[in-house]
């Protein structure tokens, strides 16, 4: 998981068929944004986020807890319905950016509250392609909406995506979307469309909801992170999916090793 996490303090320190309401016509970006120093490839790719600073990142390395996990059905905690309130109030626009290693969108109107308290919604982002597997399964993309409370603590609620055979997506995803091809630059960033979170609500509170303890999966991977991910995958149609990933390209995080167990970058460097 991004975390493009620019905008959390902790990692600062931590439709229908086609686009819907693409223009005819290209727009320019709105402007410019900090690009994010890692990505997913090469000496700036997962297996040096350690390195890139050894201090800060020492978790990426050694943690034992880290995220994304091959999530087991069989053996993963599930969160009840009722110990889990998603609230996201609807909003005109939201500012959608490029950081590089991301695309984020920054809108911190929403709470979640969980068992452990409430927290506050700092950004939601996307990962091609997924960074959860279920069963060893992987998906086509992945999003991730990330609260954080005020003592620092972070939980994430995740969704993964699948194609959609009729050619549906999610309308919320479509608004995020239809502009894409104007931030295809890393570091600019433009506007969304209206977003109404209604029925990504409702598909929550309708389905499962995966529940662990793990990391960010992005620099500095910083652990105690509360994990929610809906067990239903939300539909995206084909088109907004290849204008995503063209833009989005490559960028999970390699799947970690099982909760508790060494870090596989220590694994590999003992062996």
């Known amino acids: 998981m991004k975390f493009a996490v620019a905008v959390l303090p902790l990692v600062a320190a931590v439709s229908a068929s086609c686009l819907h309401g693409t223009s005819l016509l290209p727009r320019a970006a709105d402007g410019t944004v900090h690009v994010n120093s890692y990505n997913y490839t090469n000496a ?3 297996l040096n986020w350690y390195g890139l600073d050894k201090e800060k990142n020492s ?11 091959d999530i087991v059905t069989e053996d993963i905690d599930y969160a009840t319905a009722d110990s889990l309130r998603f609230n996201v109030p609807n909003a005109d626009q939201a500012k959608f950016e490029n950081l590089g290693s991301g695309l984020e969108v920054v809108l911190t109107n929403g709470t979640l509250v969980t068992s452990k308290g409430s927290y506050q919604l700092a950004q939601f982002h996307f990962h091609t392609p997924s960074e959860h597997r279920v069963n060893e399964e992987y998906f086509p993309m992945e999003v991730h909406f990330v609260f954080e409370n005020s003592a620092g603590s972070i939980a994430v609620v995740g969704f993964v995506f699948q194609l959609s055979q009729f050619g549906y997506s999610t309308p919320l995803f479509d608004s995020v979307f239809a502009h894409i091809e104007d931030i295809a630059t890393p570091g600019t960033y433009t506007k969304t469309g209206a977003l109404n979170f209604a029925a990504l609500t409702n598909h929550l509170k309708t389905h499962g909801i995966y529940e662990y303890s793990g990391s960010l999966t992005t620099p500095p991977c910083s652990e105690d992170v509360a994990w929610f991910i809906s067990t239903e995958p939300l539909p995206l149609n084909v088109q907004s999916y290849n204008a995503v990933k063209k833009v989005l390209k490559f960028n999970a995080r390699y799947t970690q090793n099982a909760l508790g167990q060494d870090n596989l970058l220590e694994v590999a460097a003992n062996n």
């Open 44 to 46: 700036g790719g997962p």
């Open 59 to 69: 978790a990426c390395s050694h943690g034992k807890r880290q995220s994304p996990i």
